[in-house]
């Protein structure tokens, strides 16, 4: 028999679930537009900024001389983005905080300034922020002067070692792997670029038998070359400029002995074959992290890194600086204050510059050592032969 009543109660379930699954569908829609929208609107049109809303910390980014729109400028963006999806992706950021990597012009606030300008344009930025704050880190900074007066400027800090730690590999390099050779030097006493070389050069070899030619009045190379030859030295390092090198070179070519120069190497000729030097950057161009690095940069940014070398060192001063504000926050309630960023600078936990884990020193505000490469010129191209580990020395900034 038809029952009318369990005829209508079987209706009713179903005619139920059709109008739920509708108004799920209409609210699905929905949330999906509305969704969609918030992600093609620009943040400030939702009138939401991470730093003003107090959550984010603003660092101060100056761009590479050749300006954002630059390998370089790109390569430091990929690093400095790289570093922000890491911290992201922590539940409470450092502290409670994201770091906001901003322009010159929204420096107000800001708890630090990275600075990708070499040379005198750097230099300006560490006298107008070394002395009163806030933090000043240069991603370069080999001819940086960090003191004044022999003391450390309080807010001044660079990721490389002072220019002088080029002399300091050669002669560690000297000391170890040409023991009980007889070398000497010839250098201009007035040459100021060359002098905290010479310093680092002579501090490493004190005890071994190097003998000092100096450029000066009424002394020629000629002469001096020829006082080296009567001493019979093994081999002969060079102070001296790019065209009084390349004579030297030459001379040293002729008597077989080794040939050692402390130019940087955009100077040296590629013709001066079997000339040895050093350079702390090297590590970061022929470096076994690179690849991986690189790959974790294209996962967050889709394009490829153009100079890896520079997003490297744009992640490694990220990472000084987060580590820093770390540090500073657990220890304060201020946020970002000029005194806690300071001390976490100087005190900080270690931090990666590709395949070099890093660790801060407070006597120098640079890392207290680091990786300096020792090449030969091999039919035109450098040659790795080996890597040095120099600490930092005030002693071996530049001189002005």
């Not at 983005?81 to 905080?97: D, H």
């Not at 792997?177 to 905290?196: E, L, T, V």
């Not at 080296?228 to 400029?241: A, I, T, Y």
């Not at 009084?244 to 590629?270: D, G, H, I, M």
Request: hydrophobic share 45%.
């Amino acid at each position: 028999m038809y029952d009318e009543g369990t005829k209508g109660s079987s209706k009713l379930p179903f005619y139920t679930n059709i109008v739920f699954l509708e108004s799920m569908k209409f609210i699905a829609a929905f949330l999906a537009f509305f969704l969609a929208v918030l992600l093609v609107l620009p943040s400030e049109a939702r009138g939401y900024d991470p730093v003003k809303e107090g959550w984010a910390l603003p660092v101060v980014v100056i761009p590479p001389q050749k300006g954002w729109d630059s390998p370089e400028g790109r390569s430091v963006k990929s690093g400095l983005m790289a570093y922000e999806a890491e911290v992201s992706r922590i539940r409470w950021g450092i502290g409670g905080y994201d770091i906001a990597f901003v322009g010159e012009d929204s420096a107000e606030g800001a708890i630090a300034f990275l600075s990708f300008v070499e040379g005198r344009e750097g230099m300006k930025q560490v006298e107008a922020l070394g002395t009163a704050g806030p933090v000043v880190l240069s991603a370069f900074g080999e001819d940086l002067v960090l003191q004044r007066d022999g003391r450390v400027l309080p807010y001044a800090f660079a990721l490389d070692l002072p220019r002088g730690c080029v002399g300091a590999a050669l002669g560690r390099h000297i000391r170890f792997g040409h023991a009980g050779k007889y070398f000497a030097f010839m250098a201009d006493p007035i040459d100021r670029y060359m002098r905290p070389k010479i310093r680092g050069f002579t501090d490493e070899t004190k005890s071994l038998k190097v003998s000092a030619f100096w450029l000066q009045s009424g002394v020629s190379m000629e002469s001096a070359f020829a006082e080296m030859k009567k001493l019979k030295v093994d081999g002969v390092v060079s102070f001296l400029g790019a065209t009084n090198t390349q004579y030297l070179w030459a001379k040293c070519r002729k008597e077989n002995l080794v040939f050692f120069s402390a130019l940087p190497l955009w100077a040296l000729s590629p013709l001066l074959e079997g000339t040895v030097t050093a350079d702390q950057g090297w590590p970061l161009k022929e470096n076994s992290s690179v690849r991986s690095f690189t790959t974790k940069v294209f996962d967050v940014t889709r394009e490829a890194v153009e100079r890896p070398e520079w997003a490297l060192r744009a992640y490694a001063a990220a990472s000084w600086i987060g580590n820093a504000l770390k540090y500073s926050l657990e220890r304060e309630d201020q946020p970002g204050s000029k005194e806690g960023m300071r001390q976490g600078m100087e005190r900080a936990s270690p931090f990666a510059l590709g395949s070099q884990v890093l660790l801060p020193d407070a006597a120098t505000h640079r890392p207290r050592e680091r990786k300096v490469a020792i090449l030969k010129l091999q039919e035109g191209k450098f040659v790795l032969a080996e890597e040095l580990r120099i600490p930092s020395r005030l002693e071996l900034e530049p001189v002005f």
